[in-house]
C-alpha cells in the first residue's frame, strides 16, 4: 500500500510536466579537508533542475531552477568552495545531521536501562548530533541512476551515541523533484533522527529576506519549547496562534507577534506535526515566492517538520557571490521526527535496533506558479 502510494505520488509530480524525468549525473573534484581527504561534488541535472550534492556532510551544495520567466537562479544558500563550509560550524548549510537531528534536553537519555551522555552544545542541550555530527563527515559516494547514495558509518560511541550505525542517504532528481531517500541499520540499540538542513530562498538571491514568501504547513498542532528551545512534550493546537499555516500566510506576516513561542524562537523555529500517519509519504509544506513564481512541495514519511525562519543568520558567513546571509534570508524545512524523543515516551519512537531497518523518504519538488 506504502509503495503503491509512493508510485502514485510520483506519477502525479512527473506527469504533465513533458519532459524525460531522467537526469545526468556528472562528478568533479571539491577541494580538500584539511586531513588531505578528498571531495567530491556530483551534478544531478534534468531538463529543468540542476542540483549538486557534495560528499562532506552529504550536503546539498546549490538547486538551480527556473521562475516564471525561465531565469534560472540558485535556491540554496551555501559556499563556493570547501573552506567556506569548513569555516562555518554554526549553519549546518545544506547538510544531513545526526545522529539526532535538532535537540536533546541536557544530551542526556536513556535506553535499555542504561544512560548516554552526549555532547551539549547549544545552551546546555545537544544539538544536531553533537560538536562534531554527520554535517562534519566525508560520506562515501557511489553513483545510482539519476543520482547519487552517499555511505557513513559511524562508530559505536561515536559523539556518545550506542550502536555502530550505516546510514546510506541517496540523492536522485526525477524531472523537478529532488528525492532523499535515507536508509539506517544498527548493531546495537540507538536513537536516530536524520534530516536535511537546507536552507532556500526562492528569490534566488540570497540577499533579500524570505519574509514575503508563503507557507502552508499541513499541520494542526505543534510542540512548544522552553527558553532553550527544548519541546516541553505538549503538542499544541495552531489554532487561533500565529502558528496556524493551515491556510497560506506570508513567513513575516505574524512573525513578530507578541506571542510567547515566538518570542523564545525568535521567530519561527519549531516542530509541526504533520497530518497523516508516520512512515506513509504526505505533503508537509508548500513554499510560493510570489515575486519570481517559485515554488517548494515537501512531501515526507516523517511525523514531523522544523520550520526555521533562519533568525540565528547573523551575516557573519559570506555566501555565495560574496553575500553575507543575515538574519532570515533562508528559510528551512527539515523533515524530521519531534526533538528530544528520546525523552518523552508519547512521542514517536526515535529508537532504532539491531535487524531492524530505518527508513524515510523526504521529496523538495521545484515548481512555478504563472
Ligand atoms: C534549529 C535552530 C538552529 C539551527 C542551526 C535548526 O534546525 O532548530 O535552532 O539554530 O538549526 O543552524
Redesign the pocket.
Known amino acids: 500500500m506504502k509503495l503503491l502510494w509512493t508510485g502514485i505520488l510520483m506519477t502525479g509530480l512527473t506527469a504533465g510536466l513533458g519532459i524525460n524525468a531522467h537526469a545526468a549525473v556528472t562528478k568533479a573534484p571539491f577541494g580538500k579537508l584539511p586531513d588531505g581527504k578528498a571531495v567530491e561534488i556530483y551534478t544531478l541535472k534534468s531538463a529543468t533542475v540542476e542540483a549538486r550534492v557534495m560528499t562532506f556532510g552529504a550536503r546539498i551544495v546549490s538547486v538551480r531552477t527556473p521562475d516564471r520567466a525561465g531565469h534560472v537562479a540558485d535556491v540554496v544558500l551555501g559556499y563556493e568552495n570547501i573552506e567556506g563550509y569548513l569555516a562555518d560550524k ?3 548549510f545544506g547538510a544531513i ?1 545526526g545522529r539526532y ?3 536533546i534536553a541536557g544530551g542526556k537519555f536513556s535506553l535499555d536501562g542504561k544512560s548516554y551522555q552526549v555532547p551539549t552544545n ?1 545552551h546546555g542541550n545537544s ?2 548530533g553533537g560538536t562534531s555530527g554527520f554535517d562534519q563527515k566525508l560520506w562515501t559516494a557511489k553513483e545510482v541512476s539519476n543520482g547519487v547514495e552517499m555511505t557513513l558509518v559511524s562508530p559505536d560511541e561515536d559523539m556518545g551515541f550506542p550502536g555502530t550505525l550505516t546510514t546510506h542517504v541517496t540523492y536522485t532528481l526525477v524531472g523537478n523533484a529532488l528525492h532523499i531517500d535515507y536508509v539506517s541499520t544498527s548493531d546495537k540499540d540507538t536513537v536516530l533522527n536524520l534530516t536535511n ?1 537546507s536552507y532556500f530562498n526562492l528569490n534566488g538571491d540570497g540577499a533579500s529576506d524570505i519574509l514575503s514568501h508563503s507557507i502552508t504547513i499541513d499541520s494542526e498542532h505543534f510542540t512548544p519549547v522552553d527558553a532553550t ?1 527544548i519541546t516541553t512534550g505538549n503538542m499544541d493546537t495552531v489554532a487561533g496562534t500565529p502558528m496556524d499555516f493551515r491556510q497560506p500566510h506570508t513567513m513575516g506576516e505574524r512573525i513578530n507577534s507578541d506571542f510567547a513561542q515566538l518570542k523564545l ?1 525568535g521567530g519561527y ?1 519549531h516542530n509541526w506535526i504533520l497530518n497523516g500517519p508516520n512512515g506513509v509519504i504526505k505533503r508537509a509544506a508548500f513554499v510560493l515566492d510570489a515575486t519570481t513564481g517559485r515554488t517548494l512541495t515537501v512531501t515526507t514519511t516523517e511525523p514531523g517538520v ?1 520550520f ?1 525562519t533562519g ?2 543568520l547573523d551575516g557573519s558567513f559570506k555566501g555565495k557571490n560574496g553575500i553575507s546571509y543575515g538574519k532570515r534570508t533562508g528559510f ?1 524545512l ?1 523533515t524530521q521526527h519531534y526533538p528530544d524523543s528520546p525523552n518523552h515516551p508519547g512521542f514517536p519512537s526515535t529508537e532504532l535496533k539491531p535487524g531492524q531497518i530505518a527508513k524515510s523518504t523526504t521529496i523538495f519538488t521545484f515548481g512555478v506558479q504563472k
Request: overall charge negative; hydrophobic content about 20%; some cysteine.
Open positions: 554554526k549553519t549546518y545531521v537531528g535538532n535537540r547549544d544539538l544536531h538542513h528551545l524562537g523555529d522544523q526555521y533568525n540565528f528551512c527539515e
